[in-house]
Nanobody, 126 residues
Framework: QVQLVESGGGSVQAGGSLRLSCATS????????MGWFRQTPGKEREGVAT????????RYADSVKGRFTISQDSAKNTLYLQMNSLKPEDTALYYC???????????????????WGRGTQVTVSS
């Protein structure tokens, strides 16, 4: 079981930036699908971006392409989400997720992932 701890959330005005971090407790960082998801009250958890830790292939939701960047620091076993040009509709609780995987194809579906952090709140005001 991988422990995930998110940080970096906060309140920002529209057009601003935030960087989220996800510290992981895994012994080895290779061969994992790592992802960022977000959820607002009454809605399903939405996939934002994923990365395969071996090779670094990424996938993004259309709503964040060109504005958000997922990245990793393998030496620190840490995942990041750089969020630029933030919009009020980006307001949500953001979660980090992990799944040990050898296939290298990481989906944006929440059901694909089995390990979750507790989330960090991002609020964007207009």
């Amino acid at each position: 079981q991988v422990q995930l701890v998110e940080s970096g959330g906060g309140s920002v005005q529209a057009g601003g930036s935030l960087r989220l971090s996800c510290a992981t407790s895994t012994y080895t960082y290779s061969n994992y699908c790592m992802g960022w998801f977000r959820q607002t009250p009454g809605k399903e958890r939405e996939g934002v971006a994923t990365i395969y830790t071996t090779g670094g292939s990424t996938r993004y939701a259309d709503s964040v392409k060109g504005r958000f960047t997922i990245s990793q620091d393998s030496a620190k076993n840490t995942l990041y989400l750089q969020m630029n040009s933030l919009k009020p509709e980006d307001t949500a609780l953001y979660y980090c997720a992990a799944r040990r995987d050898w296939g290298g194809i990481c989906t944006l579906s929440a059901t694909f992932f089995g390990n979750w952090g507790r989330g960090t709140q991002v609020t964007v005001s207009s």
